[in-house]
């Protein structure tokens, strides 16, 4: 497969759905002629044309409201929030009716929209430009939500995002639109509720999604040198939740940390916490460790907002001292 970088990947996405539905629209502030506020939607203006490429005003309020509109009349909307903070200005229009509105008519409509959400830490915006609010979004029966963290993923599963006829919140992180990976050539799609175990292992299940996979997978490197083999799952999606490919690792390994960049408090961690330990408590041998952003705004600060979100140095250190600090750990083929 060719690699290609994240946000060309989910650019291919965009073209080739627009490209195969003429229902298929998109709006936002500042998509068209600019782009997008990260370059996402650079070029399909020129190819689509200002009807189905439509710079809104700054009212994300209004976007969501004609996008539920439109897709009660056949269309199928792709909204950008510009950053994933300002998805709280339209909050009624997400909960109270998008996510709703199948339900609340027996099934006679329906409201196939997605609603495209930057997020995440990293590029120094400070406290209203920076978080990863996923875990808000998860008590919300009728919405989707998918968080990818591959050029593959990303694709794949904005591509089934738009032909579901639910609402769908798709997560992009800032920081991976320039990582590169593997994308084949031919049509494809991504399931949703299928999670991915990217790395196998026998010692410990980590379980993350979205950019923290990255920081995972160089934080399982640093435990293997100390006789730590990890298994990494990749969740896809947060809503459908794959819990059974959890379990089956649990199984196996016997212990389970969940590593998310949003605030501990009531996260993603807490929800897969507290499902393992209905549904799988007696296959652990330890308990759950949960490792998050802390439960603070997000300082604009470079060296305090590095301090407030995990990165695979942290993980490695709080893996060790919480699951393996008995344990005799040996450095495998260097100085210790």
């Given amino acids: 497969m060719p690699e290609i970088f994240y946000i060309k990947a989910l650019q291919d996405a965009l073209f080739e759905e627009m490209d195969r539905d003429e229902n298929v629209f998109m709006m936002g502030e500042d998509i068209g002629t600019y782009g997008g506020c990260f370059g996402v939607t650079r070029g399909l203006l020129d190819k689509?044309?200002?009807?189905?490429?439509?710079?809104?005003?700054?009212?994300?309020?209004?976007?969501?409201?004609?996008?539920?509109?439109?897709?009660?009349?056949?269309?199928?909307?792709?909204?950008?929030?510009?950053?994933?903070?300002?998805?709280?200005?339209?909050?009624?229009?997400i909960i109270n009716q998008a996510s709703k509105m199948r339900y609340i008519y027996g099934g006679a409509v329906k409201t196939p929209i997605v609603i495209r959400a930057p997020a995440g830490a990293g590029r120094r915006y400070g406290a209203s430009h920076?978080?990863?609010l996923e875990a808000m979004f998860m008590n919300i029966p009728g919405l989707k939500i998918v968080a990818p963290s591959t050029p593959y993923d990303v694709k794949g599963l904005m591509k089934s995002s738009i032909r579901d006829d639910n609402l769908v919140l798709f997560i992009e992180s800032k920081l991976l639109y320039w990582s590169k990976g593997g994308v084949p050539r031919e049509e494809y799609t991504v399931p949703f509720g299928k999670a991915n175990i990217i790395k196998d292992g026998s010692d410990i299940t980590i379980v993350s999604y979205s950019r923290m996979i990255n920081e995972c997978l160089k934080a399982s490197i640093e435990l293997e040198k100390k006789g730590i083999d990890c298994e990494i799952i990749d969740l896809r999606t947060l809503c459908p939740l794959d819990l059974d490919t959890i379990i089956k690792s649990i199984k196996k390994t016997g212990k389970l940390v969940?590593?998310?960049?949003?605030?501990?408090?009531?996260?993603?961690?807490?929800?897969?916490?507290?499902?393992?330990?209905e549904e799988a408590f007696e296959y652990l041998s330890s308990p759950i460790l949960r490792i998050a952003g802390l439960d603070i705004p997000i300082?604009?600060?470079?060296?305090?907002?590095?301090?407030?979100?995990?990165?695979?140095?942290?993980?490695?250190?709080?893996?060790?001292?919480?699951?393996?600090?008995?344990?005799?750990?040996?450095?495998?083929?260097?100085?210790?």
């Fill in 299 to 336: 300082p604009y600060s470079p060296v305090l907002e590095d301090v407030t979100i995990p990165d695979y140095q942290k993980i490695r250190s709080i893996i060790i001292e919480k699951l393996f600090k008995d344990k005799k750990l040996q450095y495998k083929n260097i100085m210790n």
């Fill in 48 to 93: 689509f044309g200002e009807k189905r490429v439509i710079d809104t005003p700054m009212s994300e309020s209004s976007m969501v409201g004609w996008g539920i509109g439109s897709s009660l009349l056949g269309l199928r909307p792709i909204i950008e929030i510009m950053f994933m903070d300002f998805i709280t200005l339209c909050m009624d229009q």
């Fill in 258 to 277: 969940v590593v998310e960049e949003g605030c501990k408090t009531s996260g993603v961690g807490a929800e897969i916490s507290a499902s393992i330990c």
């Fill in 130 to 132: 920076s978080q990863s």
